[in-house]
């Protein structure tokens, strides 16, 4: 983001919000995303832009106030990684099974502090290690918890390293690559795309890739192509 807004015509102010957010579930992430588009002045911008997907609906009622609000046509942000939606789609349906890295997701590590405590993942145990549970739980059932806890990752058999070209060195490629060999895991690299960012911060603003909702429009998911669509329907 930091790249694409150096390369833009407009003068564009960044807030960058904690990593983690679409972990806490979809209401308290509402809650904190609409806080901060609340906090946003408006006699100093034309517009908000979010580089959000619709991320486990938790944009899903937030409400433009007085001017418009800008966000991409995306289930998630590797759709804005790849480019395009139907890049992304046609990638993930004929890869089943991967899982997605980049190199800002490795850097910043897991969510931590307090957003780590809300998420849905440590209330339910599954962050915490065998004898974590043994000690919680009793050994019985922490063996049955284990592998239920476990089986979140059975769906999947590869690493996608996504390539930005913004990367300092091949580091965090090496990483996803160490990380694959010791699940057993196949590998790939993509080329990523920064195009779709660019032009989120550029203005250009097709509709078929960006919804503009307008001074007191609320964000709604959409059971289609268009993913996101204001309340009264309008695409």
């Avoid at 090496?174 to 989120?200: N, P, Y």
């Avoid at 550029?202 to 909702?213: I, P």
Wanted: hydrophobic letters at 35%; charged letters at 25%; proline letters at 4%.
């Amino acid at each position: 983001m930091c790249a694409a807004v150096a390369r833009s015509p407009h003068t564009v102010a960044i807030e960058f919000l904690p990593k983690g957010l679409h972990d806490i579930g979809s209401g308290p992430m509402l809650e904190r995303v609409q806080a901060a588009l609340d906090r946003v002045d408006a006699s100093k911008y034309e517009a908000v832009l979010f580089g959000y997907g619709l991320c486990n609906n938790g944009l899903s009622g937030l409400v433009a106030r007085s001017i418009p609000l800008v966000v991409p046509r995306a289930h998630d942000c590797i759709t804005m990684f790849f480019g395009s939606k139907e890049r992304y789609y046609d990638y993930f349906y004929s890869h089943p099974g991967v899982y997605f890295k980049t190199t800002g997701w490795i850097e910043r590590g897991e969510a931590a502090g307090e957003l780590k405590q809300l998420s849905i993942a440590h209330q339910i145990g599954m962050d915490l290690s065998y004898d974590e549970l043994v000690a919680k739980y009793g050994e019985d059932n922490a063996k049955y918890l284990a592998e239920t806890l476990g089986n979140y990752t059975r769906h999947y058999s590869q690493f996608t390293f996504i390539e930005m070209g913004v990367e300092p060195d091949g580091s965090f490629e090496q990483r996803t690559r160490e990380e694959a060999a010791q699940r057993g895991w196949q590998f790939e690299k993509v080329e990523g795309d920064m195009s779709m960012i660019q032009r989120l911060v550029d203005g250009v603003w097709d509709e078929k890739e960006f919804l503009v909702v307008p001074p007191g429009g609320r964000v709604v998911a959409q059971y289609d192509v268009g993913i996101i669509a204001t309340e009264d329907g309008q695409s």
